[in-house]
């Protein structure tokens, strides 16, 4: 089992910023993935970006040049810097941790995290 916390939502202006935190604890192996989705209501859950643990990162096309995510893997940590920030980005933020065992991956989710842009 892998618990998620997620933490920095909040209210911000538009062309603001945000920095979401997530705190992984449990049975991590040592090749995994931990990403950040959104959700926005009436909207699919979309990958927002993600980080493996041998250092590649990818982004969802919206957040390109906005937002990064980096890791700290001594911490198990996983961070997301959320800048120029707009009323599209306003969803509900969830942390994602993907582990591999040997041919298993295994999906662990956190409870999620609101995020609101006002105009």
């Known amino acids: 089992q892998v618990q998620l916390v997620e933490s920095g939502g909040g209210l911000v202006q538009a062309g603001g910023s945000l920095r979401l935190s997530c705190a992984a604890s449990?049975?991590?192996?040592?090749?995994?993935?931990m990403a950040w989705y959104r959700q926005a209501p009436g909207k699919q859950r979309e990958l927002v970006a993600d980080?493996?643990?041998?250092?590649?990162?990818n982004y969802g096309d919206s957040v390109k040049d906005r937002f990064t995510i980096s890791r700290d893997s001594a911490k198990n940590t996983v961070y997301l810097e959320m800048n120029r920030l707009k009323p599209e980005d306003t969803a509900a933020y969830y942390c994602?941790?993907?582990?591999?065992?040997?041919?298993?991956?295994?999906?662990?989710w956190g409870q999620g995290t609101q995020v609101t842009v006002s105009s």
């Open positions: 980080a493996t643990s041998d250092g590649r990162t």
């Open positions: 449990g049975s991590i192996s040592a090749s995994n993935t």
């Open positions: 994602a941790c993907t582990v591999r065992w040997g041919a298993i991956f295994r999906t662990y």
